[in-house]
C-alpha cells in the first residue's frame, strides 16, 4: 500500500511538471505552481483516507491522514473585568451566611416595609436586607428576582439610604477594628446590602450620585484599614472574604474597568500632546529616546565628523564650526550617566557599544583593522612544533571608528544620514517614561543638595480640576489620587494579604475520590453502608462542604488577585511611579515564587487527575493537557445556590462533575485552510481563567524593563516550562500575549541550550509582538554587567520610589517612618569651622 502511495505521488508530480493534462493546465494558469500540486496533494488525501476505511463526513482527525496534522486547541474565552450578575452575586456567599442572615425568616420580620418611609436604619435593617435581596419568596424564578433586585436597589440609592449604610458600615468597621461587641450578623448585612448596590450599578451602569456617596465616605479606604487590622489580628468578625469582594467591586466602580481605562489613557496622551502609537502605523518601529541618544553616541564613535553636522529645516545637513547635536538639552538629559554619577544613573543604562565588557576582555591591537593581511611566514608555527596553540578572537571593537574614504568632507555619508533619520524619526516617548524621567530629575537636582525639589509642584496635578472635556477620566484620576494618598501606609498590608490568598489555593483532597463518592449512583460508601443511608448523607454532607471551602477560595482568589492588577493599572494611568511603588511590595513578599508554586499546583497535580484505568485510554501527555485546573470543571454544588435557596428549589439529584473526561484528541474539530487539525474548547474553568490571566498579567508588570535583579529572581523559580505548556496547548491571547512578554523579558538571561530547545516560542514573540528599530532582546545583551549592576539598580529604583513618595505625601510616610531632614548639613559644617 504505502509502495503504491508513492507511485501515486510520483505520478501526481509528473502530471503537474512534464505532462499535465487539460485540467491541470487551467489550475495552473489560474494559480500558482505551489497551491496546484497542495490542492492534488489534498484530493489524494482524501482518496488514501477513504481507502483506509474512513467516511467523508466522520471525525477526520481519526484517519490516517489527518493523524498526523498539528491540532491547535483554541481555548474560546474572553477576559471580563464583571460577570453576570446572578454569578456575582451568588459568589458573595456560603451556606454558613445564608443561617447567619435568617434567610428563612427575613420575609417575616420585613413586613410592610417601605424604602421611602426609612428613618432609623437600625431598627429596620432586616427589612431593608430583605428588600435588597429582591423581595423573594417560595417558587420565584430566578428572573423575576434579578429583576426585583435591580429595581429595589435603584429605588434605595435614588431615596438615600445608600447614604445611611454607609455612615453605619463605616461605624461598624471603626467598632470591629476597636474590637468592640457586635452582633455577629451585623457587619455581613451591611456588607450584603452595600455589595448588592454597588453589583447592580456595575452591571445598568452607575449614576453620579453613588460616586459622590462613596468618594464622600471613602469606604475604599476604610476596608484597607480592615484588611491591615485583619492582617495583626485575625478574627472571624472581620468577614474578611466579604470585604476583598467589596473593595474588587468598589475599585471597579469608583475607578472604572479596562475599558475606562483605555479612555483615560487616550485623554492624557491628548491633554499632553503624546502621540499615541494606535495613531502611527502598525508596521512602524519605534525607539525610546534612551534608544535614540546610545545610537548616536554609537554614530559618532564610527563616524567622530558626524558632531559637525547640523540638520537645517529642510531636511540637509550642513558643516558647521562647532556644531551641536539636536535636542542638546535631551541628549543630556538622557545620557547623563556620561556626565553624572547620580543613582538613578543604574535604572536604565545606556548600552552603547563601547561600554560593553566584551570589549575589556579583547586584546589590544596592534594593528589597525584596515591594515592588509600579510603573506603567512614561511617557518612554521610554534603550535605545528608541538608549541601552544594560540587562540585568536575575532570580536572586533564596535567603538572603532570607519577610517575608509567616504568622499568629499564637507559631505556626510548617505548611510550616515540615513540611519540617524530612521532613529530620528522612529522616537517615541510614552506619557509613563515622560513623567519617570521628569521625576528622575528632580532626584537628580536633590542628590546635589537643592532641598527644594521636595515641595510638591502644582503643574504636576495636570490641572485636573479646571478640565471638562472628559468629567468621567477626571473623576477616575482624581480618585485614584485620593486613595493612593489615604492608603499609602496601608498597601503593604493590603499586598501581604492578597498574597496569602494566593498561598491559600491548595488543593489537599483528591478531586476523583469525591467526586466517586459524592454522587450516589458510584458511590462505594452507599453500596456498603448496609442500609444505613444517614451515615452516607452526613459524609455526603461534610464533602459538599469540602467542595464549597475549594469554591470559597477560588472565588477569593479571583477577586484578590482582580485587586492586584487593578491598582497596578491605575496607579501606572495616575502615576507610574506608584505603580512601581506596589511592584515593588509584590516583589518584596515573594510575589514570583508564590506564582511559580501556583502554576504548579494547579496544572501539574495528581490530584486533579481521574484513575489510572480511566484515562488509560488517553494519549501519552494528554492526562495533564485534559485534567488539571483549566480544564476540569467549576466548582459548583446546586444545593448552596444564592437563588435555589431563596426559591426553595433544591435539587439534591443532580450529578457533580469534578474531573473532564473527555480528553482533547476526541473533541470535535475542523481542518482550516493550513491543515491544522483546530479544536475549541468550550468547557473549561472560566474563574481559573479569570484568575491565570491575572496572575500573568502581574507578573509581567512586576518584571519591568531593564531592571534584571526581578528577572534574576524570577529565571530562579524555573517557571518557563508551565509557561510554555500554556501557550502551547491553550491558545487564547489572555495567556499568549502576556506569556510571550515576560519570554522576551527572560530570554536574554536564558543560555544557548534553553534557547535551541525553546525556538518556538522565540519565533512566536517575533510574530506576535510589536518588534522596535533597535530590537535587540535575544542577542546583544552584557550579561556580565547586567549581573554586577542588578542590585545596585534596585536600590537605585526604591530611592526614587522613596524620593517621590516623601516629596508628594509626607504626612503618610511618617506613619512609615520615613521624614524630611531640613538641616543644611553643609551650612552646619562652615559655622562650626568658623
Known amino acids: ?163 445611611k449604610v454607609l455612615d453605619a458600615l463605616l461605624k461598624a468597621s471603626d467598632d470591629t477594628m476597636a474590637k468592640k461587641d457586635l452582633p455577629q450578623d451585623y457587619l455581613l448585612k451591611l456588607l450584603t446590602i452595600t455589595y448588592f448596590v454597588v453589583n447592580v450599578e456595575l452591571s445598568e451602569g452607575p449614576n453620579t450620585r453613588i460616586y459622590k456617596s462613596l468618594s464622600d465616605a471613602d469606604l475604599l479606604t476604610k476596608l484597607v484599614k480592615l484588611v491591615e487590622e485583619w492582617k495583626i489580628n485575625p478574627s472571624n468578625s472581620f468577614r474578611i472574604r466579604n470585604v476583598i469582594l467589596l473593595i474588587w ?185 515622560k513623567r519617570l524621567w521628569q521625576e528622575r530629575q528632580r532626584y537628580m537636582a536633590q542628590e546635589r543638595g537643592n532641598l527644594g525639589n521636595y515641595e510638591a509642584d502644582l503643574s504636576e496635578d495636570d490641572n485636573l480640576e479646571d478640565d471638562e472635556s472628559n468629567p468621567s477620566a477626571v473623576r477616575s484620576l482624581n480618585r485614584v489620587e485620593s486613595f493612593y494618598n489615604n492608603a499609602l501606609p496601608y498597601l503593604s498590608s493590603l499586598a501581604k494579604v492578597m498574597i496569602e490568598v494566593v498561598k491559600a489555593y491548595k488543593h489537599d483532597i483528591s478531586l476523583r475520590d469525591v467526586e466517586q463518592e459524592i454522587n450516589s449512583e458510584t458511590s462505594l460508601a452507599l453500596q456498603f453502608c448496609d442500609g444505613r443511608r444517614s451515615s452516607y448523607n452526613t459524609m455526603r454532607h461534610y464533602m459538599l462542604k469540602q467542595l464549597e471551602g475549594i469554591r470559597a477560595r477560588e472565588i477569593t482568589l479571583k477577586a484578590s488577585t482582580s485587586i492586584m492588577v487593578l491598582l497596578i493599572k491605575w496607579f501606572k494611568v495616575s502615576h507610574v511611579i506608584k505603580s512601581h511603588y ?71 439529584k443532580q450529578r457533580i462533575e469534578l474531573i473532564n473526561k473527555t480528553p482533547v484528541s476526541k473533541l470535535p474539530s475542523s481542518i482550516d485552510d493550513d491543515n491544522h487539525n483546530v479544536v475549541k474548547l468550550t468547557r473549561y474553568n472560566k474563574n481559573y481563567c479569570h484568575i491565570l490571566t491575572n496572575q500573568l498579567q502581574i507578573v509581567n508588570k512586576l518584571l519591568i524593563k531593564g531592571v534584571s535583579q526581578r528577572i534574576f529572581a524570577f529565571i530562579e523559580t524555573k517557571p518557563t516550562d508551565l509557561m510554555k505548556f500554556i501557550l502551547l496547548n491553550y491558545i487564547n491571547d489572555n495567556f499568549k500575549i502576556p506569556i510571550l512578554k515576560i519570554f522576551k523579558k527572560i530570554i536574554p538571561f536564558q543560555g544557548r541550550k534553553w534557547r535551541a530547545t525553546n525556538m518556538e516560542v522565540i519565533s512566536q514573540v517575533f510574530l506576535n509582538l510589536k518588534l522596535t528599530i533597535r530590537d535587540n532582546w535575544l542577542s546583544g545583551r552584557d550579561l556580565e554587567s547586567d549581573f554586577n549592576n542588578s542590585f545596585d539598580q534596585e536600590v537605585a529604583l526604591r530611592s526614587l520610589l522613596q524620593f517621590y513618595n516623601v516629596r508628594r505625601y509626607p504626612e503618610e510616610m511618617k506613619q512609615l517612618g520615613y521624614t524630611v531632614s531640613t538641616e543644611n548639613l553643609g551650612t552646619s559644617f562652615l559655622e562650626e569651622d568658623q
Open 249 to 433: 467591586k468598589l475599585l471597579l466602580l469608583e475607578f472604572g474597568d479596562t475599558k475606562h481605562l483605555t479612555d483615560v489613557k487616550d485623554y492624557l496622551n491628548k491633554k499632553h500632546d503624546i502621540k499615541s502609537k494606535a495613531e502611527s502605523s502598525d508596521n512602524r518601529l519605534t525607539c525610546s529616546p534612551l534608544e535614540y541618544y546610545t545610537f548616536r553616541e554609537d554614530l559618532l564613535d564610527k563616524y567622530p565628523v558626524f558632531s559637525k553636522f547640523e540638520k537645517k529645516g529642510n531636511g540637509s545637513y550642513e558643516l558647521v564650526d562647532e556644531g551641536e547635536p539636536a535636542n542638546d538639552d535631551d541628549r543630556h538629559k538622557f545620557m547623563a550617566a556620561s556626565t553624572s554619577n547620580s543613582l538613578s544613573n543604574l535604572l536604565e543604562m545606556p548600552r552603547t557599544n563601547k561600554s560593553h565588557s566584551v570589549l575589556s576582555q579583547l586584546p589590544v591591537s596592534t594593528l589597525h583593522i584596515s591594515t592588509p593581511v600579510p603573506s603567512p611566514p614561511s617557518t612554521p608555527s610554534d603550535f605545528m612544533s608541538g608549541g601552544e596553540k594560540v587562540r585568536k578572537s575575532y570580536h572586533v571593537n564596535q567603538s572603532m571608528p570607519f577610517i575608509y574614504p567616504t568622499g568629499s568632507e564637507d559631505v556626510l555619508p548617505a548611510a550616515i544620514k540615513e540611519a540617524n533619520e530612521l532613529f530620528e524619526n522612529a522616537v517615541y516617548e510614552s506619557f509613563s517614561v
Open 1 to 163: 500500500m504505502e509502495s503504491d502511495q508513492n507511485i501515486s505521488i510520483d505520478k501526481l508530480e509528473d502530471q503537474l511538471i512534464d505532462n499535465p493534462d487539460a485540467s491541470t493546465t487551467k489550475q495552473l494558469n489560474e494559480s500558482s505552481y505551489d497551491e496546484t500540486f497542495q490542492k492534488k496533494l489534498n484530493e489524494r488525501a482524501e482518496q488514501i483516507f477513504g481507502a483506509s476505511g474512513g467516511s467523508g463526513d466522520g471525525d477526520k482527525s481519526s484517519g490516517n491522514f489527518y493523524s498526523l496534522l498539528v491540532t491547535k486547541p483554541y481555548l474560546e474565552y474572553e477576559y471580563r473585568d464583571y460577570d453576570e450578575l446572578d454569578t456575582e452575586l451568588n459568589d458573595w456567599f456560603v451556606s454558613a451566611d445564608f443561617k447567619l442572615l435568617g434567610l428563612d425568616h427575613l420575609a417575616e420580620k420585613a413586613g410592610d416595609f417601605s424604602v421611602e418611609d426609612l428613618e432609623s436604619l437600625d431598627k429596620a435593617l432586616d427589612s431593608l436586607l430583605y428588600f435588597v435581596l429582591g423581595s423573594y419568596k417560595t417558587g420565584d424564578a430566578r428572573e423575576e428576582q434579578l429583576k426585583r433586585i435591580k429595581d429595589n436597589c435603584k429605588r434605595a440609592v435614588e431615596q438615600g439610604v445608600l447614604d
Open 582 to 652: 506596589f511592584n515593588s511590595i509584590l516583589f518584596d513578599e515573594q510575589y514570583l515564587n508564590v506564582f511559580a508554586d501556583f502554576m504548579a499546583d494547579s496544572l501539574n497535580n495528581s490530584e486533579l487527575h481521574d484513575y489510572d484505568e480511566v484515562t488509560k485510554s488517553f494519549a501519552p501527555n494528554e492526562v495533564f493537557v485534559s485534567q488539571n485546573k483549566l480544564m476540569n470543571p467549576e466548582i459548583n454544588v446546586p444545593q448552596f445556590d444564592f437563588f435555589n435557596m431563596c426559591s426553595g428549589n433544591q435539587d439534591n
